[in-house]
């Protein structure tokens, strides 16, 4: 069935940037998303990229598809303090359906 | 723009007991889900609603869980009788329609069952 995979823990140093790594398996995904979730709430979309693109800049984040090996990533460049949440990585099969990881938690160190 | 509004934030009950969850989507939003997050891990589908259909409720342990939407709009969750396993954060997301490519997520409502 559909899976999709993202290493638990992540710890950087403020300024450093941070790349969070995600594997997926359905070849038939349309999108593919980064949520951030912070204590307390609900998830918050970030960003996200269409299957077809290999690429998205949007400001300090990066997303890079490698569609071949089904492995998205997201680099937070220039990491705060404030970024320190957990970041779910989640991909939309033809169905429409959006299937989440587990979630990566980032550690920012001042 | 008003948020997806979940009530209540948290609740805490006995095994056994009832418990019901709200959720106001945004307004003009056909599509609702409601996912279940136990700690440590990503959201989970439980049920979709498309108005007042239910789209996709194929992780929905039906033999305790039970939602409905009334008129298209607001949704309630319910789990009649809770389990100890039934402890997580139930979220309500809604969108424009199925197709849409982004949802927008409630705060969720924390249940802790002892």
């Known amino acids: 069935g559909e899976d999709v995979e993202q290493s638990l823990f992540l710890s950087v140093r403020e300024g450093d940037s941070s790349v969070i790594n995600c594997t997926y398996t359905?070849?038939?995904?349309?999108?593919l998303y980064w949520y951030k979730q912070e204590p307390g709430a609900g998830l918050q979309l970030l960003t996200y990229?269409?299957?077809?693109?290999d690429m998205k800049q949007d400001q300090r984040l990066t997303v890079l598809l490698n569609k071949k090996d089904k492995h998205l990533s997201l680099r937070i460049a220039d990491t705060q303090t404030g970024d320190s949440a957990i970041y779910f990585c989640?991909?939309?099969?033809?169905?429409?359906?959006?299937?989440f990881g587990a979630g990566t938690r980032l550690f920012v160190k001042a | 723009e008003a948020g997806v509004a979940q009530s209540p934030r948290y609740k805490i009950i006995e095994k056994r007991q009832s418990v019901a969850f709200w959720c106001n989507p945004i307004s003009g939003h056909a599509t609702l889900y409601w996912y279940q997050q136990i700690l440590g891990q990503g959201p989970k589908l439980l049920i979709q609603f498309q108005n007042n259909g239910v789209v996709d409720d194929s992780q929905l342990p039906k033999d305790r869980f039970s939602a409905e939407r009334l008129k298209g709009v607001d949704s309630t969750l319910k789990i009649q009788p809770a389990k100890l396993e039934d402890s997580a954060v139930y979220l309500c997301?809604?969108?424009?329609?199925?197709?849409?490519?982004?949802?927008?997520f409630g705060p969720g409502t924390r249940l802790t069952v002892t």
């Open positions: 989640a991909e939309r099969g033809g169905g429409f359906k959006t299937i």
């Open positions: 990229i269409f299957s077809n693109m």
């Open positions: 997301a809604s969108s424009l329609d199925p197709r849409a490519y982004e949802q927008y």
């Open positions: 359905d070849s038939s995904s349309t999108y």
